[in-house]
């Protein structure tokens, strides 16, 4: 499985992004595909997921109406469209992949920078 992760960059503060996550290596029906993030400093932290399979998905508490997580089959790629970014979710952003049932995610892409200036 491999994952790669493009799109991150500087933008200011309001701004929006799209990250991308292009997978490959396997189909990924039955898996859950996520997006993480590891700000500067503090530890990863997961802010969005959505399963393969059906469009089910999650949002942390501070991603919700702000961000959201897609995915189109025919490309193998995994989208998370950022908007009304703040100077906060400054961070390398990270995509993953697990087995849905399965605690951890096992597949790691390398990860973006984002960076929103005030």
């Known amino acids: 499985v491999q994952l790669q992760a493009s799109g991150g960059g500087l933008v200011q503060a309001g701004g929006s992004l799209r990250l991308s996550c292009a997978a490959s290596?396997?189909?990924?029906?039955?898996?859950?595909m996520g997006w993480f993030r590891q700000p500067p400093g503090k530890e990863r932290e997961l802010v969005a997921s959505?399963?393969?399979?059906?469009?089910?998905?999650y949002y942390t508490d501070s991603a919700k109406g702000r961000f959201t997580i897609s995915r189109d089959k025919a490309k193998n790629t995994v989208y998370l469209q950022m908007n009304r970014l703040k100077p906060e979710d400054t961070a390398v952003y990270y995509c993953?992949?697990?087995?849905?049932?399965?605690?951890?995610?096992?597949?790691w892409g390398q990860g973006t920078l984002v960076t929103v200036s005030s």
């Open positions: 993953a992949a697990k087995v849905v049932g399965e605690n951890a995610y096992d597949h």
């Open positions: 290596g396997r189909t990924f029906s039955g898996y859950i």
């Open positions: 959505i399963r393969w399979s059906t469009p089910i998905t």
